[in-house]
Protein backbone atom coordinates (compact mmCIF):
# COMPACT_ATOMS: atom_id res chain seq x y z
CA UNK A 1 0.00 0.00 0.00
CA UNK A 2 0.77 3.45 0.03
CA UNK A 3 -0.03 5.60 2.89
CA UNK A 4 2.51 8.49 3.39
CA UNK A 5 4.35 10.33 1.38
CA UNK A 6 6.63 13.88 0.45
CA UNK A 7 6.74 16.47 -2.20
CA UNK A 8 9.83 18.98 -1.48
CA UNK A 9 11.61 19.10 -4.80
CA UNK A 10 9.40 21.85 -5.82
CA UNK A 11 11.50 23.39 -8.77
CA UNK A 12 11.50 20.20 -10.48
CA UNK A 13 7.88 20.17 -11.08
CA UNK A 14 7.70 21.52 -14.08
CA UNK A 15 10.71 20.08 -15.47
CA UNK A 16 8.51 16.48 -14.56
CA UNK A 17 5.35 18.63 -16.77
CA UNK A 18 6.59 20.94 -19.22
CA UNK A 19 3.08 21.24 -20.49
CA UNK A 20 1.90 23.14 -17.58
CA UNK A 21 3.17 26.83 -17.03
CA UNK A 22 2.06 27.33 -13.44
CA UNK A 23 1.86 25.19 -10.10
CA UNK A 24 -0.27 26.72 -7.49
CA UNK A 25 0.91 29.45 -5.57
CA UNK A 26 0.55 28.13 -2.36
CA UNK A 27 2.41 24.99 -3.01
CA UNK A 28 5.16 24.52 -0.17
CA UNK A 29 7.22 21.75 0.77
CA UNK A 30 5.49 18.67 2.34
CA UNK A 31 7.50 16.18 4.21
CA UNK A 32 4.74 13.70 5.69
CA UNK A 33 1.60 13.90 3.35
CA UNK A 34 -1.18 11.53 4.68
CA UNK A 35 -4.63 10.38 4.03
CA UNK A 36 -7.33 12.56 4.14
CA UNK A 37 -4.66 15.88 3.61
CA UNK A 38 -4.93 17.59 -0.15
CA UNK A 39 -3.03 16.01 -2.75
CA UNK A 40 -0.97 18.04 -5.66
CA UNK A 41 -2.72 16.40 -9.11
CA UNK A 42 -3.09 16.56 -12.38
CA UNK A 43 -7.08 15.36 -13.65
CA UNK A 44 -7.54 13.89 -17.05
CA UNK A 45 -10.21 16.42 -18.20
CA UNK A 46 -7.73 19.23 -16.64
CA UNK A 47 -4.38 17.69 -18.20
CA UNK A 48 -3.06 21.65 -18.74
CA UNK A 49 -3.46 22.72 -15.10
CA UNK A 50 -2.56 21.02 -11.35
CA UNK A 51 -5.43 20.34 -9.15
CA UNK A 52 -5.72 19.50 -5.15
CA UNK A 53 -7.26 16.30 -4.34
CA UNK A 54 -8.71 14.99 -0.91
CA UNK A 55 -6.53 11.59 -0.48
CA UNK A 56 -9.45 8.89 -0.04
CA UNK A 57 -11.72 8.35 -3.03
CA UNK A 58 -15.43 9.30 -2.23
CA UNK A 59 -17.42 7.36 -4.78
CA UNK A 60 -20.50 9.26 -6.07
CA UNK A 61 -23.03 7.13 -4.92
CA UNK A 62 -21.98 7.69 -0.77
CA UNK A 63 -24.00 9.06 1.70
CA UNK A 64 -21.18 9.79 3.67
CA UNK A 65 -17.43 11.44 2.73
CA UNK A 66 -16.20 9.28 5.47
CA UNK A 67 -15.77 6.38 3.17
CA UNK A 68 -12.85 8.27 1.63
CA UNK A 69 -10.62 6.96 4.65
CA UNK A 70 -11.36 3.66 3.57
CA UNK A 71 -10.62 4.39 0.26
CA UNK A 72 -7.00 5.68 -0.22
CA UNK A 73 -5.68 2.78 -1.98
CA UNK A 74 -7.23 0.71 -4.80
CA UNK A 75 -5.80 -2.66 -5.94
CA UNK A 76 -5.37 -2.48 -9.98
CA UNK A 77 -6.31 -5.86 -10.35
CA UNK A 78 -9.43 -5.97 -9.16
CA UNK A 79 -10.11 -2.22 -9.73
CA UNK A 80 -12.61 -3.14 -12.95
CA UNK A 81 -14.72 -5.22 -10.55
CA UNK A 82 -15.16 -2.90 -7.47
CA UNK A 83 -18.22 -0.74 -7.77
CA UNK A 84 -16.23 2.17 -6.41
CA UNK A 85 -13.50 2.05 -8.66
CA UNK A 86 -15.18 0.98 -12.07
CA UNK A 87 -16.29 3.98 -13.31
CA UNK A 88 -13.35 6.22 -12.28
CA UNK A 89 -10.73 3.65 -14.25
CA UNK A 90 -12.35 4.18 -17.61
CA UNK A 91 -12.90 7.72 -17.19
CA UNK A 92 -11.48 9.60 -14.47
CA UNK A 93 -7.64 9.14 -13.69
CA UNK A 94 -4.92 11.33 -12.55
CA UNK A 95 -1.62 11.66 -11.82
CA UNK A 96 -0.56 12.06 -8.12
CA UNK A 97 3.01 14.46 -7.68
CA UNK A 98 5.66 13.09 -5.24
CA UNK A 99 9.20 12.77 -4.99
CA UNK A 100 9.27 9.70 -2.17
CA UNK A 101 7.03 7.84 -0.29
CA UNK A 102 7.15 5.80 2.95
CA UNK A 103 7.11 2.24 3.83
CA UNK A 104 8.07 0.27 7.45
CA UNK A 105 10.30 -2.63 7.07
CA UNK A 106 9.92 -5.78 9.41
CA UNK A 107 13.23 -5.99 11.07
CA UNK A 108 13.40 -9.98 12.88
CA UNK A 109 14.49 -9.46 16.69
CA UNK A 110 13.12 -6.10 16.69
CA UNK A 111 9.84 -5.53 18.11
CA UNK A 112 9.16 -1.87 16.07
CA UNK A 113 9.12 -1.50 12.57
CA UNK A 114 11.61 0.56 10.78
CA UNK A 115 10.38 3.18 8.81
CA UNK A 116 12.01 3.67 5.20
CA UNK A 117 12.28 6.26 2.71
CA UNK A 118 11.95 5.08 -1.16
CA UNK A 119 12.63 7.44 -4.10
CA UNK A 120 14.14 7.70 -7.62
CA UNK A 121 17.69 7.51 -7.49
CA UNK A 122 17.99 10.87 -9.52
CA UNK A 123 15.54 11.82 -6.32
CA UNK A 124 13.52 14.17 -9.22
CA UNK A 125 9.76 14.16 -8.81
CA UNK A 126 7.65 11.49 -10.61
CA UNK A 127 3.75 10.38 -10.35
CA UNK A 128 1.92 8.08 -8.44
CA UNK A 129 -1.38 6.42 -10.99
CA UNK A 130 -4.70 7.77 -9.50
CA UNK A 131 -8.25 7.86 -9.77
CA UNK A 132 -10.17 10.48 -8.89
CA UNK A 133 -14.32 11.34 -8.34
CA UNK A 134 -16.55 14.41 -8.09
CA UNK A 135 -18.63 13.91 -5.05
CA UNK A 136 -21.89 15.72 -4.13
CA UNK A 137 -23.64 15.65 -0.63
CA UNK A 138 -27.25 13.95 -2.01
CA UNK A 139 -28.87 16.16 0.64
CA UNK A 140 -28.54 19.27 -1.69
CA UNK A 141 -26.80 21.47 0.86
CA UNK A 142 -24.03 21.94 -1.75
CA UNK A 143 -21.24 20.15 -0.25
CA UNK A 144 -18.46 18.79 -2.88
CA UNK A 145 -15.52 17.05 -2.51
CA UNK A 146 -12.85 16.30 -5.44
CA UNK A 147 -10.98 13.09 -4.19
CA UNK A 148 -8.86 10.23 -5.62
CA UNK A 149 -7.04 6.77 -4.53
CA UNK A 150 -3.19 5.59 -5.09
CA UNK A 151 -3.63 2.40 -7.66
CA UNK A 152 -1.55 -0.09 -5.95
CA UNK A 153 0.18 -3.64 -7.76
CA UNK A 154 2.81 -5.96 -7.02
CA UNK A 155 6.13 -5.44 -5.81
CA UNK A 156 9.68 -4.92 -7.68
CA UNK A 157 12.45 -6.40 -6.38
CA UNK A 158 13.67 -3.38 -3.97
CA UNK A 159 10.38 -3.36 -2.20
CA UNK A 160 9.60 -6.79 -1.97
CA UNK A 161 12.03 -6.72 1.05
CA UNK A 162 9.87 -4.80 3.19
CA UNK A 163 6.02 -4.72 1.86
CA UNK A 164 3.96 -6.99 -0.50
CA UNK A 165 2.43 -4.00 -2.19
CA UNK A 166 3.89 -0.89 -3.95
CA UNK A 167 2.31 1.91 -5.46
CA UNK A 168 1.58 2.10 -9.56
CA UNK A 169 4.21 4.96 -11.00
CA UNK A 170 3.69 6.13 -14.55
CA UNK A 171 6.14 6.45 -16.85
CA UNK A 172 6.94 9.67 -17.89
CA UNK A 173 6.68 9.22 -21.64
CA UNK A 174 2.95 7.95 -20.38
CA UNK A 175 1.58 10.69 -18.75
CA UNK A 176 -0.46 12.25 -21.17
CA UNK A 177 -1.44 8.91 -22.82
CA UNK A 178 -2.50 7.70 -18.82
CA UNK A 179 -4.45 11.84 -18.63
CA UNK A 180 -6.20 10.68 -21.96
CA UNK A 181 -9.72 12.10 -21.29
CA UNK A 182 -11.66 9.30 -23.65
CA UNK A 183 -13.02 6.16 -22.02
CA UNK A 184 -11.03 3.80 -21.52
CA UNK A 185 -11.32 -0.38 -21.25
CA UNK A 186 -9.76 -1.97 -18.41
CA UNK A 187 -8.17 -4.03 -20.76
CA UNK A 188 -6.01 -1.27 -22.33
CA UNK A 189 -4.82 0.34 -18.48
CA UNK A 190 -3.48 -3.30 -17.71
CA UNK A 191 0.24 -2.67 -19.18
CA UNK A 192 0.10 0.25 -16.41
CA UNK A 193 0.27 -2.46 -13.67
CA UNK A 194 3.69 -3.51 -13.94
CA UNK A 195 5.73 -2.57 -10.76
CA UNK A 196 8.23 0.49 -11.57
CA UNK A 197 11.89 -1.06 -12.28
CA UNK A 198 14.07 -1.42 -9.32
CA UNK A 199 17.16 -0.33 -10.75
CA UNK A 200 15.86 3.34 -11.12
CA UNK A 201 14.90 3.27 -7.65
CA UNK A 202 16.31 3.44 -4.18
CA UNK A 203 15.24 3.00 -0.03
CA UNK A 204 16.93 4.02 3.18
CA UNK A 205 16.08 3.62 7.06
CA UNK A 206 14.95 6.70 8.26
CA UNK A 207 13.79 8.18 11.64
CA UNK A 208 10.68 7.14 13.50
CA UNK A 209 10.00 10.43 13.64
CA UNK A 210 7.65 10.21 10.53
CA UNK A 211 5.78 7.16 12.32
CA UNK A 212 3.26 9.97 13.71
CA UNK A 213 1.41 11.90 10.59
CA UNK A 214 1.07 14.84 13.00
CA UNK A 215 5.16 15.17 12.13
CA UNK A 216 6.39 17.37 9.57
CA UNK A 217 9.22 18.75 8.25
CA UNK A 218 12.81 17.52 6.99
CA UNK A 219 13.47 15.32 10.10
CA UNK A 220 10.73 13.31 8.32
CA UNK A 221 13.81 11.94 6.13
CA UNK A 222 16.58 12.19 8.63
CA UNK A 223 18.56 8.93 8.75
CA UNK A 224 17.76 6.86 12.15
CA UNK A 225 20.05 7.37 15.42
CA UNK A 226 22.81 4.92 15.65
CA UNK A 227 21.01 2.56 18.20
CA UNK A 228 17.98 2.09 15.64
CA UNK A 229 20.44 1.42 13.28
CA UNK A 230 19.83 -2.26 11.65
Known sequence: MCGRYTLIRLNDILERFPWIEHPPADLIPRYNIA???????VLNDHSDRFDYLSWGLVPPWAKDPSIGNKMINARAETLADKPAFRKALRRRRCLIIADGFYEWKTVPGQKAKTPMYVQMKDHRPFAFGGLWEDWHSPDGNGTEVMSCTIITTQPNALMKEFHDRMPVIIPPDCYLDWLDPEEKNPQELEGYWQPYPADEMEARPISTYVNSAR?????????PSKETLF
Open 35 to 41: PTQPLLS
Open 215 to 223: NEGPRCIEA
